[in-house]
């Protein structure tokens, strides 16, 4: 099996064991399948194995500004042994174990794996539109189908801050808007810097 298939597999696989793990030993449930995380994996198997350059460079930048805080909380975990309030699941569960473990994968696999991705087949530019588009999408699913309680992609208030603090229903869906907003944002920037570094990859790619 080629390598652009193991990777495809991997995710895939990686994807369905996490996710279920955390709806099964936690109060997720089917929800734990709408983190951005989770979709992504999904995502960035479609594109090795399609060896697309345009969805390998969505996930990219759409899972850099997802991802990043809860990579430095990780890293902050195992350096301090202080959780930032993102992990309070993991404390409250005494699962520093094979929890935590799926938690640094879940969020690190995929950044190294697309950015892989976009080294090997090259950036497409045109990942902005998709990355704005499934980002809106993403948000406003979660916002209307899930439990506020679980603060799924953190669009219901700040995934530092506890569901059991008072002023959590404070956060409508101004605080959602500008967190979108925000991430849009990122991924703007990262495709702007992106475009102008990998520029002959996404040419050859064209014209091959």
Known sequence: MS??????????????????????????????????????????ALGFFMRNPLILSTVLITAIPAQAMWIVSDITYLMTGEAMGRLDWMIEHQDTGLGFVLDVHYHTAILILSAFGVWRYGYDGRAIYLAVVGTVVIVVITR??????QNINCVFFPCDMSSNDPRVVSFGWGYTIKRSFGMTIVSLILNLALVRILPKRELKLRRG
């Not at 990777?7 to 929800?31: E, F, R």
């Not at 209307?144 to 309680?149: E, G, I, R, S």
Request: net charge negative; glycine share 10%.
């Open 144 to 149: 209307l189908a899930t439990d506020p309680f």
């Open 3 to 44: 390598a652009h298939r193991v990777i495809g597999v991997y995710l895939i696989i990686a994807g369905i064991c996490t996710g279920c793990y955390y709806a099964m030993n936690y109060s997720s449930g089917w929800m734990e399948f709408l983190w951005y995380c989770n979709i992504v994996m999904f995502v960035g």
